[in-house]
């Protein structure tokens, strides 16, 4: 990892970092033999403070692996005895916590799905008074910066001294670019309001795949985040959860060496995070034209089908003359120039005669 020659000594969570503080490890912990060698991989590239793997897994659908249980905590103990890595592990109920500290384990962390319910983390934030340890609180699944901001204030109140956020990204419907949306601007308004908690990015969940998760991790640094959390695992392709956002160790460490730590300003973060969100909404815009076209193209397609069973010719030019007219009007209404409509549907009929000449070619 570059970092430049401003980047200060800080202590996160009890860690002295010279860095980002660097969270990784497995989805979920699935067998000894895997805990073990990935940790061992990923204590040898010298960049990880914290070795992560779920015990226990929250998943959507039923019937799905649903974690190993207890006996992967004493694996954890084990990585921590053979690595120096300290471990974190994801507690959903009183139980797990009483598991989790039964068996040592360093950091806590509240998944997604239990930030969003008021109860759980008070359950788990009351099974907590008297414990000294620290948790990492991840945004709840919906886009509620308060509901985030409650769990924290919930385990502060219980007598929690190190707090962090984890960004992890939002649900929504649609999938295409992002397993969870960022939604930069909902993190920076949470450090806004609470400077002191570190912020973590978690560009696996956000991602849900390896391509993008350099440049999402990138722009995390960039507004000045405070660490990340990397899911890896020594055989991605078999991982019993999450199997296509997992890097091995190797990757993982090909990556921290090529994110660049640069010192932000405030202003700056603003304008990043606002960039960002902008651009993520023009990949979602151009992603839905190109779907348009293909499906205007389909229909052309079955157009074409039928002048040929009636053997009409392709081209009608009062049609196009009304298609032309028509969307000019309405483009010039919402602000488009006559001269850019034009040329869009030009093009546009150019390609629709193309795709019902190839119709009528076909045999
Ligand atoms: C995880 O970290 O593997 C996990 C289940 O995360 P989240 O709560 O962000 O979905
Ligand atoms: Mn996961």
Partial sequence: ???????????ILGLKLTGPLIIAGPCSAETEEQVLSTAKQIASLGKVNIFRAGIWKPRTRPGQFEGIGSIGLEWL????????????????????VYEALKWGVDFLWIGARTTVNPFSVQEIADALRGVNIPVLVKNPVNADLDLWIGAIERFHKAGITQLAAIHRGFSSYDKSQYRNKPMWEIPIELKRRMP????ICDP??????????????????????DGLMIE????????????????????????????????????????????????DK?????????????????????????????GVTILQNVRWSEIIQKRTIQGVEKKLTAEFVKKIFESIHHESIFQQEQIMKEK
């Fill in 1 to 11: 990892m570059e970092t430049s020659a401003q980047t200060k000594n800080r202590t």
């Fill in 77 to 96: 103990k084990k990585v921590k005895s053979e690595t120096g890595l300290p471990s974190t592990v994801e507690v959903a109920n009183v139980k797990h």
């Fill in 196 to 199: 002191d908690i570190p912020l």
């Fill in 204 to 225: 696996s969940h956000i991602c849900g795949r390896t391509d993008t998760l350099l440049a999402t991790a990138q722009v995390a640094i960039d507004l000045a985040y």
């Fill in 232 to 279: 890896s695992h020594y055989k991605p392709s078999s991982a019993l959860s999450d199997a296509k956002q997992q890097l091995t160790p190797e990757e993982l460490g090909k990556l921290l060496e090529k994110i660049v730590v640069r010192v932000t300003s405030v202003e700056d973060r603003k304008f990043i995070s606002t960039l960002e969100d902008l651009r």
């Fill in 282 to 310: 023009i990949d979602e815009l151009d992603n839905n034209l190109v779907q348009l076209l293909a499906n205007r193209m389909e229909v052309a397609r079955s157009i074409g089908a039928c002048k040929k069973q009636s």
